[in-house]
């Protein structure tokens, strides 16, 4: 059974600063993996997706990697700011494509002016 | 397109009550998912739908919960009777053929 890990739980930074938020997940055979961030009662919105081909994504100041022997993801975000705070959730779609996605936990980043 | 719609937003139910959440998935897309989030266990599948049809419902945690998918532009997801752990908030979200997936806004359900 798939499972997604995200460390840590969360996270408090400086403004300006560059920071690196982490997933792994136990089974290497993934379709594709996303990013999402989720602000204060709000859904899901989807950042940036990376196919099991790919090694990385980039959006704006976005930057996500992807690693799939190693079972992990990083997801780089350059020149942080106070609008960046929110929660960054980690997904994986297992090997089929028409399966659902299973999700780590989050990452709750706080970004101070 | 509006997006995935939900309703309600908000819900404060007694204990012992039916409760019923609605979703209206983006139109074209051909699967839809029901999760639960708390902050104990995170997102937590419940139920996916593809083509209307469920696919795999061993995420709903009792016979009390149940779904529907009448038609490619309507789901409910009921609880019955509904009870205080069931207090959490449920998403719905759909997408095409595993492309992006994209959320509601929740219903933020507190039974007391």
């Known amino acids: 059974k798939q499972e997604v890990t995200q460390i840590p739980a969360a996270l408090s930074v400086p403004e300006g600063e560059n920071l690196v938020l982490n997933c792994s997940f136990t089974?290497?055979?993934?379709?594709?993996l996303q990013w999402f961030r989720q602000d204060p009662g709000k859904g899901l919105t989807s950042l940036l997706l990376i196919q099991s081909s790919q090694r990385e994504q980039t959006s704006g100041r976005l930057n996500a990697s992807l690693d799939k022997s190693s079972g992990r993801s990083t997801l780089y975000i350059a020149a942080s700011q106070p609008g960046d705070s929110a929660t960054y959730l980690c997904?994986?779609?297992?090997?089929?494509?028409?399966?659902?996605?299973?999700f780590g936990k989050g990452t709750r980043l706080s970004v101070i002016a | 397109d509006a997006g995935v719609i939900q309703s309600p937003r908000h819900e404060v139910t007694e204990m012992g009550q039916e409760v019923t959440l609605r979703c209206k998935p983006i139109s074209g897309h051909n699967s839809l998912f029901w999760y639960r989030q708390t902050m104990m266990r995170g997102l937590e599948l419940l139920i996916y739908f593809n083509n209307n049809v469920p696919i795999d419902d061993s995420g709903m945690p009792e016979d009390r919960f149940s779904a529907k998918m009448p038609n490619a532009s309507f789901s409910t997801l009921k609880i019955q009777p509904s009870e205080p752990r069931d207090s959490a908030v449920y998403f719905c979200?759909?997408?095409?053929?595993?492309?992006?997936?994209?959320f509601g806004e929740g219903s933020w359900l507190t039974v007391v």
């Open positions: 089974d290497s055979a993934i379709y594709n």
């Open positions: 979200a759909s997408e095409f053929s595993g492309n992006t997936i994209y």
């Open positions: 997904a994986v779609r297992p090997s089929s494509g028409n399966t659902p996605l299973v």
